[in-house]
């Protein structure tokens, strides 16, 4: 048990994203704690690296053995008490403690967290739009209960489009130069609605207001097409034939 500690304030020690968050209690259906798992030698640092695996943002023990996984929007179901009403000794580090009794828990959050607010020079912040053409322009990809912007950026990196856009806090949208514009640009204010995954950035607003990012696709596309070029001119002075 001393090496999962000293692993643990090591963590800390190294400005680790695996940080104490508090001491939690229930303020809505117990549902949103079912524990992932129970053990006889539980540490804090075991249940967030559990965590961490599932891609939750957050890691909540209770009762000295359980351990929860959670996403942002999970944590606001949940009241900040006192660090006093986790008292419960971990099973597995007996000098730390493992929430409290009944609906209690120990929240730490994981390195999650910290991944998804990575982003590349080339993604950058477009601004706070709204719809002034048809919906279908902001038809959403996917939706999650764990949404942040750079989720969002990575998405659309992948499907090759120039832009991505938050809505409602969890929808995700792709969009082209053209489909951007069809849309208005507004002020920030109206991208009001915290990410369900990073609750300190906007993604979006209600209904019409999406929060708008670059990809960095154009870039590349534009790299890779003066590589091309150059390629091409190169073949031509060396007096090479590059028709099929």
């Not at 104490?20 to 229930?26: E, F, K, L, V």
């Not at 938050?166 to 009001?192: I, M, R, W």
């Not at 154009?218 to 190169?234: E, F, G, H, Y």
């Amino acid at each position: 048990m001393a090496i999962s500690t000293f692993v643990l304030l090591l963590a800390i020690g190294s400005g680790s994203a695996q940080s104490y968050q508090g001491c939690y209690t229930y303020t809505g259906s117990e549902d949103t704690l079912t524990a992932d798992q129970a053990s006889p030698d539980m540490t804090n640092t075991d249940c967030v690296q559990h965590c961490a695996a599932q891609g939750k943002t957050y890691s909540a023990t209770g009762e000295g053995k359980f351990c929860s996984c959670l996403t942002a929007a999970d944590l606001q179901i949940l009241s900040q008490v006192p660090n006093s009403r986790c008292d419960v000794s971990c099973t597995g580090d007996l000098k730390s403690k493992c929430g409290g009794n009944e609906q209690t828990v120990t929240v730490w959050s994981t390195r999650q967290a910290a991944k998804r607010t990575l982003t590349t020079s080339a993604q950058s912040y477009q601004g706070c739009y709204t719809y002034t053409g048809s919906e279908d322009t902001l038809t959403a990809d996917q939706a999650s209960p764990d949404m942040t912007n750079t989720d969002c950026v990575q998405h659309c990196a992948a499907q090759g489009k120039t832009y991505s856009a938050t809505g409602e806090g969890k929808f995700c949208s792709c969009l082209t130069a053209a489909d951007l514009q069809n849309l208005s640009l507004v002020s920030d204010s109206q991208c009001d609605v915290s990410c369900t995954g990073d609750l300190k950035s906007k993604c979006g607003g209600n209904e019409e207001t999406v929060t708008v990012w670059s990809t960095g696709q154009v870039k590349r596309s534009l790299t890779l097409k003066r590589i091309v070029a150059a390629l091409l001119d190169n073949a031509k002075r060396m007096g090479t034939n590059v028709d099929n």
